[in-house]
């Protein structure tokens, strides 16, 4: 395993912020980007984290994502919307999304959001769990490059959406944020990065074949639907209901993340809120999910586990650890700062 540094997320955060407003964003956009990065780390989602910045710069610096987007509402309704992001950062146009679905749930029970021409807004729980500081349901999915084969293919010709939903509760918040391929793209970077095997059954080579080398991964190969078929056409249903409805890229025409940093992605997102409290008193709700979520966790248990775990509770006690002590940083994402820093005459605190 090689070496790392932790760092409080305090710290980073400022010191990100500073990176971004060097490299051309606005004060507020600068910190609401940081936060994003430095929270999803927080949480243990390092594939969506501060390792990204690096490539965030260089695309702003290189015109691959526009520094101050005009964000344009182009249809409505009392409880739609569809916005163009004017090729924005994704997690800016995202959070612009997700307010307004709150606030159309807020008038008529549900918002539904769809957000074209931006970019890759990192993990959707991001979003989703701000609908949960309104008491409200949240749903936020997006497209991706094509990164997956079709059922039955061998080239990758769909995306490896990623996808929350999350659900209100007094003391224990309900928040699924995955994608439906096996992993996420960046993890198996991560592991390249770190000079790990993947496990068995992420990934298959350019052939087809099943493999646990990274490189082999990346170079050409796929990430697994999850469930089989029945990934590939949940997958099929969110390129619908983001980017063919939302009017923008899809399929080959979408860029990657990492791809030609002067051109942008192309990704829509689309994001949802439902204020479950026009449907049911709160109170009484409330009582209902934990009472839901006792029953689940006392169910019997397998050999060796401890403990059942509703999906949000092992991020929220990563992030309790991190916040105490630190997040741990990869020794060659730090140096890569450090070198950042100095290229646009930051002082470096680390």
């Keep these: 395993m090689r070496s790392e540094r932790n760092i409080q997320s305090d710290k980073l955060i400022e010191f990100i912020t500073v990176l971004f407003v060097k490299a051309g964003l606005n004060e507020k956009d600068s910190d609401l980007l940081s936060r994003n990065y430095v929270d999803n780390n927080l949480r243990g989602i390092d594939s969506h984290g501060i390792r990204l910045v690096l490539n965030c710069i260089t695309r702003l610096k290189e015109g691959g994502v526009n520094p101050n987007p005009k964000i344009r509402t182009e249809a409505e309704t009392p409880s739609t919307a569809r916005l163009d992001g004017d090729n924005g950062l994704g997690q800016i146009v995202a959070l612009e999304g997700m307010n307004i679905a709150i606030k159309k749930a807020e008038e008529t029970g549900i918002g539904f959001v769809i957000c ?8 959707m729980g991001s979003y989703t769990r701000i609908a949960l500081d309104k008491g409200m349901a949240g749903l936020c999915m997006a497209t991706t490059v094509p990164s997956m084969f079709a059922w039955g293919g061998l080239k990758r010709v769909i995306s490896n959406p990623p996808i929350s939903i999350s659900f209100p509760g007094e003391k224990t918040h309900f928040i699924l944020d995955f994608c439906l391929g096996s ?39 796929s990430v697994i639907p999850i469930g089989g078929h029945k990934g590939y056409g949940l997958s099929l249903a969110i ?41 049911i008193d709160r109170d009484i709700l409330y009582d209902r999910v934990e ?22 509770e092992p991020e929220e006690k990563v992030r309790k650890m991190r916040v105490k002590e630190g997040i741990p940083l990869p020794m060659e994402v730090v140096e890569a700062l450090r070198d950042c820093s100095a290229e646009l005459n930051v002082e470096f605190p680390f």
């Design 116 to 123: 074209s021409n931006t970019n890759n807004a990192g993990a």
């Design 183 to 221: 992993v996420a793209w960046n993890k198996i970077y991560v592991m390249r990065d770190k000079g790990l095997p993947i496990p068995e059954g992420w990934a298959v080579d350019s052939k087809g074949k099943m493999t646990t080398d990274p490189i082999k991964a990346a170079d050409g190969g």
């Design 239 to 279: 390129e619908l209901l983001t980017a063919v409805v939302g009017g923008h890229l899809f399929g080959k025409d979408l860029k990657g993340l990492f791809d030609n940093p002067k051109e942008g992605e192309g990704i829509t997102i689309t994001l949802a809120a439902l204020d479950v409290s026009k449907l």
């Design 291 to 312: 009472k839901f979520f006792k029953f689940v966790k006392r169910s019997p248990h397998k050999a060796g586990v401890t403990e059942i775990v509703i999906p949000g």
